[in-house]
Structure formats: structure tokens, C-alpha cells
T-cell receptor, first 113, second 113 residues
Framework: DSGVTQTPKHLITATGQRVTLRCSPR?????VYWYQQSLDQGLQFLIQ???????AKGNILERFSAQQFPDLHSELNLSSLELGDSALYFC????????????FGPGTRLTVT | TQLLEQSPQFLSIQEGENLTVYCNSS?????LQWYRQEPGEGPVLLVT?????EVKKLKRLTFQFGDARKDSSLHITAAQPGDTGLYLC?????????????FGQGTTLQVKP
């Protein structure tokens, strides 16, 4: 158990819908990262938040957004969902803003039908 | 665009055999991480290497960071069925004050008893 929690574990929704994925980092960690893992793209970095502020952005679609709240939990919002958004979404956390040792949660499997 | 190429993509061996997984890039990384992922779970951090030429051992696993910090290898001695999984290397971007990681596509290892 990494100490990072993610909910829900599974999510099935239809195209065009909007969903919110939630992540709680390990106790004491200030950075939260979101990753997307699909069979053809591998593990792709989406975005990093550090202590409530956005720190780095990857190939995150404009339909996707995230935020980190004062209690340090984070939410990833996915809107206007397409079939191609079906993937595993992982949250990871680390102590600092430039800390590379990241601890991953169990992931949320999103299926868009 | 910074890329990490892993090879081989798939490896199926018998218990007791040795193997090496390679992670290569044309870019220099400030550090490199190796993760192991089992189906339906999040990646688990195995090791971080930081210094060029660094070698780290974790029981039967030996990790090496290239002298120029552009490549890394993972060597497993006397593989066991419990070593089965997806092995991922991830590089931290040089001179970036963020925790953004670039992941390789992964090596799927199957160790048959």
C-alpha cells in the first residue's frame, strides 16, 4: 500500500459525459501528479500540482482540468468524454515539487461507451 | 521531445534464467527511476539512480545508470515467477524544478516456473 488513495476504482460512462476522479496523497506529500495509461500510449504525464499550485503540464487535453485543494487532495475533471479517453488514470504523490520519487495510487479505470 | 526507449518490449523466460532490460534516450536526465507494475495496480517504485555510472542492488536486481545519464539497465539474476510484471523506467528532466517524469513504454516480463 503506497498510502495514495484514489476513487472510484472503476467508472463506466457514456460519450459526451463529464466525470471527476479523486486522489488523496500520502500523508506529508505536497505534490500530486496525474498520469494516463493506455495500451498504445503507455504512461503519460498529465499535470502536477504542488501545495495547491499548478507546477507542470504535460500533454493534457483542454477538455481535462485538475485542481489541488487546501487539504492537498486533488481532483481530475474529464469532460466531453470520447471513446479514446478510456484508460487507467493514476495519481501519484511526492514530498517536494522537484522530487522524482513518486508513489502511485491504485488507479481509476475509466471506460467510455 | 524527450523519449525513453525500453527494450525488449516483451520477455518470456524460465525460472532461474538471467535477464537484462534496457532504457535508452538521446536526452540527459537528472535521475532515473525504475518501477514495477502488476495488472490492475499502480506502479511501485523500485529504485532511483542519480549519479552517472551509479550501480544499485536490490536483492537479485541490479540497476545501472549510464555514465552520460542517458541510459539505464536493469539486470535480474536467477529470475523467479514472482518477478513477473511490467517494468517501467522513468526519467526526470534535467534542470526542471518539477517532478515531471518521462516514462518508457515498459517491458513485460513473464517468468515461467
Amino acid at each position: 500500500d503506497s498510502g495514495v488513495t484514489q476513487t472510484p476504482k472503476h467508472l463506466i460512462t457514456a460519450t459526451g459525459q463529464r466525470v471527476t476522479l479523486r486522489c488523496s496523497p500520502r500523508s506529508g506529500d505536497l505534490s500530486v501528479y496525474w498520469y494516463q495509461q493506455s495500451l498504445d500510449q503507455g504512461l503519460q504525464f498529465l499535470i502536477q500540482y504542488y501545495n495547491g499550485e499548478e507546477r507542470a503540464k504535460g500533454n493534457i487535453l483542454e477538455r481535462f482540468s485538475a485542481q489541488q485543494f487546501p487539504d492537498l487532495h486533488s481532483e481530475l475533471n474529464l469532460s466531453s468524454l470520447e471513446l479514446g479517453d478510456s484508460a487507467l488514470y493514476f495519481c501519484a504523490s511526492s514530498i517536494g515539487q522537484g522530487t522524482y520519487e513518486q508513489y502511485f495510487g491504485p488507479g481509476t479505470r475509466l471506460t467510455v461507451t | 521531445t524527450q523519449l525513453l526507449e525500453q527494450s525488449p518490449q516483451f520477455l518470456s523466460i524460465q525460472e532461474g534464467e538471467n535477464l537484462t532490460v534496457y532504457c535508452n534516450s538521446s536526452s540527459v536526465f537528472s535521475s532515473l527511476q525504475w518501477y514495477r507494475q502488476e495488472p490492475g495496480e499502480g506502479p511501485v517504485l523500485l529504485v532511483t539512480v542519480v549519479t552517472g555510472g551509479e550501480v544499485k542492488k536490490l536483492k537479485r536486481l541490479t540497476f545501472q545508470f549510464g555514465d552520460a545519464r542517458k541510459d539505464s539497465s536493469l539486470h535480474i539474476t536467477a529470475a523467479q515467477p514472482g518477478d513477473t510484471g511490467l517494468y517501467l523506467c522513468a526519467g526526470a528532466i534535467l534542470m526542471s524544478n518539477t517532478g515531471k517524469l518521462i516514462f518508457g513504454q515498459g517491458t513485460t516480463l513473464q517468468v515461467k516456473p
